[in-house]
């Protein structure tokens, strides 16, 4: 399993039918590299819905979608240059589903007169790095005991050899 290492994304979009589909399999394939495979559905579908209403109801198409993972919570932001949050009020409107999805969300208002809705969600027990480190492999030295006598290739021992002695034969 990877450690859990902070990760940032961003990406400014101008949307479209189309690109909505293409953000949510950048975002889908994101998360899977940060190894929170878990997470990818509930995620994508709160995106997508956001980018759907804004595409449908927003007269400004650019909108910013932004991911954060600190180890423990993984933060989305979409931002758009609307204020007007009432079509996503419905009961059955995105930010009901955002709410269903996530374990937190939230909507702000921007400087430039726009809007951030962003979601949260905590980590699941497979999501943690490990707490202990993993036990060390044993190295060469400890896995094999030095040999007693070494055991010396033929030409080496005719080289050492004592011209006065006679050969020993090995037959």
């Known amino acids: 399993m990877k450690a859990a290492v902070p990760c940032y994304y961003h990406l400014d979009v101008e949307l ?66 609307s204020q007007d949050i009432s079509p996503h009020r419905a009961p059955q409107g995105c ?25 949260s969600w905590r980590a699941r027990a497979a999501d943690h790095a490990p707490l202990d480190p993993p036990v060390p492999a044993p190295c060469l030295r400890e896995a094999r005991p030095t040999p007693l006598y070494a055991v010396l290739p033929e030409p080496a021992l005719a080289a050492g050899r004592d011209e006065t002695e006679p050969a020993v034969s090995r037959g």
């Open 16 to 81: 479209s039918r189309e690109r909505v589909g293409q953000v949510r399999r950048i975002l889908a394939a994101h998360l899977r590299y940060w190894n929170l495979e878990n997470l990818v559905e509930s995620v994508c579908h709160c995106a997508e819905a956001l980018l759907r209403t804004i595409e449908q109801h927003s007269a400004d198409k650019n909108t910013t979608i932004e991911m954060w993972w600190n180890g423990r919570r993984l933060f989305a932001a979409v931002s758009d240059s």
């Open 95 to 119: 930010l009901a589903q955002i709410a269903a999805l996530s374990d937190g969300w939230g909507c702000c208002a921007t400087d430039v007169g726009g809007k951030i809705i962003w979601s």
